[in-house]
């Protein structure tokens, strides 16, 4: 029996366990970055784990997120992550190089290797036929010190593409239709693999927008093969020697396969609030728009934007509609202002941003009082974009300058000739923004800067023999950790200051909660399916943590977040019986008895409601070393332990 593409990455890497559906595995890294909201926490903790140098072939920390810097508190982190990046052997991507995820696929990512960075969407490297995932900032560090990257042995997910796409319709379209079909939870625990003739049709720019919004399917990572386009693509970047071929054997086995013949797919938009509230843009074009905003890392290469600036060219944005455009990194930029499309942009009236996540994590530009913001971005979770009653609808980015043009949502395939994007035979390459660490003998005299805004990791307590803790919050499905955690202008400069962000927690779902949590001291979080879906911001971890949060029981978690539960030290608990979810309420009182026995035994779990005098049966499935993680109190403590 063959090797689909993924199984053959895993099995090239696996370090530890047994390659069977849902048994725990560890993997080999071979390369790692960091973003700066999660990355300020990452190296905090790479740092207590007293590594000197990464072990990884290559290692790169971005600056993007970050960049509004309305006080001294981001660029303090800045020189915090580039001084130690120059310390410990990682390569520091300056502000104004670019999105984390664009640039990693245009200068450092390889076909063949393994990538974990601490954010949600890093398996935008699938593009290239890497295996990439999002890891909670601790999985980071831990796997820069050399340590493996564990995850469930994912099942095996085909996607067979057919046909070829036709004018007007866009990448974004086909991953909004895997998701129409799939839903956000439709990923979770497997891996989503592209193959067929259609695969041949897409550039590495198209099949990067697909692997990254693969995290929206909840889905451990997506990747493409590695083939002739794949080897033109670092051709053109001058990487040319870091191809190789890569693809499923002919008789690799599934354990799912989706249809889709990319010559039937029309122009597609996710509705608010939603990524998979998916609707073909016919049945609602006519809505009024009050901002469009074109780049992230999903829709920002150099091929989108050529696409965008040929539609606007001679042309005016709308008067009602305010049009934002990041470009995904200076390369693109540097592109785009030499062939002259910048100065389209530019006369058409669109505002150009920096080159950075931007309005994507609600860093400047939240839409009007109940505006419709049309984007080309990947997450539309409620309160997103800085503006809690805001409509915003993801869509491509043909789309999205067809409808800046005519200020209302537009089909483009009603407006005639479609532009024709050639992609380039070689990129401009000019990486003087990109810091190489100091060498082995010298990086002692590399001194750490830190600013005042960084203040202690939360400490965490082995785990108890016994719990009880009243019901400090109840929430429904698919719970974001834009809820649990929100991000923004206004929160994100106190990525690396706990206490600060924890007086925010939740707050998009109940403004009292931090105050509740405070008071009690201890609590535990009662949740829908989902739960923890979107981010990888282990800080959505770490506050609750902070907050006194035991537990947390749900019906069911999102892959990431619940490794970041478990690296904080906090139970994910799930109810046997879904229907139990109405047996708790909030405020009232719930027992667990000797969960530690428990929990290394694979014990049946009772949660005793004492208000309701009621057993709740809750599972908890761990692997061994999971079970330690958590009896140890995190995976701070435990690798600490074992040292
Ligand atoms: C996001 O898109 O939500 C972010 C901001 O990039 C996060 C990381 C973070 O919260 O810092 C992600 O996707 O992991
Ligand atoms: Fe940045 Fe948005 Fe991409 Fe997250 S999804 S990495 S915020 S551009």
Redesign the pocket.
């Given at each position: 029996m063959g090797y689909t593409l993924a199984q053959k990455i895993i099995k090239n890497h696996l370090v530890d366990g047994e390659m069977t559906v849902g048994s725990e595995i560890g993997l080999k890294i071979d390369q790692t970055l960091t973003?700066d909201a999660t990355g300020t926490m990452a190296y905090l903790e790479f740092e207590a784990m007293g590594v000197p140098r990464v072990k990884t072939e290559r290692s790169v920390a971005y600056i993007?997120?970050n960049t509004l810097q309305s006080g001294f508190e981001n660029a303090d982190d800045h020189r915090f992550i580039g001084s130690v990046a120059k310390k410990h052997g990682i390569y520091f991507s300056r502000p104004g190089n670019g999105?984390?995820?664009q640039v990693h696929l245009e200068r450092f990512g390889k076909p063949g290797k393994t990538l974990i960075g601490s954010?949600?969407?890093t398996p935008t490297g699938g593009g290239i036929g890497m295996l990439a995932f999002g890891a909670g900032g601790l999985d980071v560090a831990v796997a820069m010190g050399g340590g493996a990257y564990y995850i469930a042995m994912p099942k095996m997910v085909k996607v067979n593409l057919t046909g070829k796409l036709n004018d007007w319709v866009a990448a974004k379209d086909i991953i909004l239709e895997v998701l129409r079909r799939l839903t956000v939870k439709g990923g979770v625990g497997k891996i989503i693999e592209y193959t067929g003739e259609g695969v041949k049709t897409l550039s590495v720019p198209q099949r990067a927008t697909i692997t990254n919004m693969g995290a929206e399917l909840g889905a451990t990572t997506s990747v493409f093969p590695s083939d002739e386009i794949t080897k033109e693509f670092l051709r053109a970047q001058g990487r040319v020697g870091d191809w190789q071929a890569l693809s499923a054997d002919e008789d690799a086995v599934y354990d799912e396969v989706l249809e889709i013949n990319l010559s039937e797919l029309e122009p597609l938009v996710a509705c608010p609030h939603m990524p998979d509230n998916v609707k073909a843009v016919s049945e609602i074009a006519g809505m009024k728009v009050d901002q469009v905003c074109i780049?992230?890392?999903?829709n920002s290469s150099y091929t989108d934007l050529m696409t965008v600036a040929s539609i606007l060219k001679g042309k005016t944005v709308h008067p009602d509609v305010s049009l934002s455009i990041a470009p995904g990194s200076k390369q693109v930029f540097n592109m785009l202002a030499q062939n002259g499309a910048l100065a389209d942009l530019i006369a058409s009236g669109a505002r150009i941003l920096e080159s950075a996540?931007g309005p994507?994590?609600g860093m400047g530009q939240s839409p009007n009082s109940a505006g419709i913001s049309l984007r080309t971005?990947?997450?539309n979770f409620e309160g997103r974009s800085g503006t809690k009653d805001a409509g915003v609808y993801l869509l491509s980015p043909e789309t999205a300058a067809v409808s800046a043009l005519r200020g209302v949502l537009t089909d483009p395939t009603t407006m005639g000739e479609a532009p024709r994007i050639e992609m380039p035979k070689a990129f401009l390459i000019n990486d003087n923004m990109i810091v190489e660490p100091e060498s082995e003998e010298n990086m002692q005299s590399v001194v750490v800067l830190r600013g005042p805004n960084i203040k202690e990791f939360p400490a965490s307590d082995e785990l108890a023999e016994n719990i009880g803790a009243d019901v400090l919050l109840k929430v429904g499905d698919n719970i974001t950790t834009d809820h649990i955690m929100p991000a923004g202008a206004k929160l994100l400069p106190y990525r690396s200051n706990i206490p600060q962000l924890s007086n925010y927690c939740f707050t998009a779902c109940d403004e009292e909660f931090p105050a509740r949590a405070k008071k009690a001291g201890k609590g535990i979080i009662v949740g829908g399916s989902n739960y923890g879906q979107g981010?990888s911001r282990e800080h959505a971890a770490l506050v609750p943590l902070y907050l006194g949060i035991k537990a947390v029981v749900a019906k069911s978690f999102a892959r990431i977040h619940r490794a970041n539960l478990i690296n904080a030290g906090i139970l994910p608990l799930v109810f046997k019986n879904e229907a139990d979810y109405d047996a708790v309420e909030l405020g009232d009182s719930l027992t667990l008895d000797n969960i530690r026995r428990h929990v290394v035994n694979d014990e049946p779990i009772i949660l005793r409601n004492e208000t309701r005098g009621k057993d709740i049966e809750v599972t908890c499935e761990l692997s061994g070393r999971q079970k330690d993680i958590l009896l140890a109190g995190g995976l701070l403590n435990y690798t600490r332990d074992k040292a």
């Open positions: 973003q993007d997120h999105i984390c995820h954010d949600s969407h780049g992230s890392c999903t996540c994507c994590i971005f990947n997450r981010s």
